[in-house]
């Protein structure tokens, strides 16, 4: 019998002055960027605490605490890695990944595609099992002040039973 979860992700940074707009593993060119204790890629770390949720491990601020040191300014596709270390130490493999990115500025459609394929590259999947979609809150909110940005994540991870 085949174990198959679902897990679900969230995140939201502010957004700066002085600092780099980190989207999906790419930076965008944008006036304001993503500010975190690491390099405040909302996308990376809701499907971090997606898959993380999804093989019972806590959340990301367990593996990686924003308190740390060592996490400043890192990465995110590293956490990424990380974190399909620990869930595949589990015997756990991906499904699929679903994905929402909420920005008001700039538009991101563009972006989309090298998003998937800096994602499929790091976790090793298909860009077809990665779906990412972007929209705005009609300038509604923090998010349509342009003052941050916020991400959701929903992932299917499933293990064959031995």
Request: charged share 25%.
């Given at each position: 019998?085949?174990?198959?979860?679902?897990?679900?992700?969230?995140?939201?940074?502010?957004?700066?002055?002085?600092?780099?707009?980190?989207i999906?593993?790419?930076?965008i060119?944008h006036?304001k960027g993503?500010v975190?204790?690491s390099?405040?890629d909302?996308?990376?770390?809701?499907?971090?605490?997606?898959?993380?949720?999804?093989?019972n491990?806590?959340?990301?601020?367990?593996h990686?605490p924003?308190?740390?040191?060592k996490?400043?300014?890192?990465d995110?596709?590293?956490?990424?890695?990380?974190t399909?270390?620990?869930i595949?130490k589990?015997?756990f493999?991906?499904g699929n990944?679903d994905t929402?990115?909420?920005l008001q500025?700039?538009?991101?459609m563009?972006?989309?595609?090298?998003m998937?394929k800096?994602?499929?590259?790091v976790?090793?999947?298909?860009e077809?099992r990665i779906?990412?979609k972007a929209?705005?809150?009609?300038k509604?909110g923090?998010?349509?002040?342009?003052?941050?940005i916020a991400?959701?994540?929903?992932?299917?991870?499933?293990?064959e039973?031995?």
């Amino acid at each position: 019998m085949t174990d198959i979860r679902v897990g679900f992700g969230h995140d939201v940074h502010p957004l700066g002055e002085h600092a780099n707009l980190c989207i999906g593993g790419l930076i965008i060119p944008h006036h304001k960027g993503t500010v975190g204790h690491s390099d405040g890629d909302a996308l990376i770390h809701a499907i971090c605490d997606a898959l993380l949720g999804a093989a019972n491990l806590r959340d990301i601020g367990v593996h990686f605490p924003d308190k740390s040191p060592k996490y400043s300014g890192i990465d995110s596709k590293i956490l990424l890695r990380e974190t399909l270390r620990l869930i595949r130490k589990k015997g756990f493999e991906i499904g699929n990944i679903d994905t929402v990115i909420c920005l008001q500025a700039p538009k991101i459609m563009e972006f989309i595609p090298q998003m998937k394929k800096v994602l499929a590259s790091v976790i090793g999947l298909e860009e077809d099992r990665i779906s990412i979609k972007a929209t705005t809150t009609e300038k509604l909110g923090f998010i349509g002040r342009e003052e941050g940005i916020a991400a959701y994540a929903t992932v299917l991870i499933r293990k064959e039973a031995s």
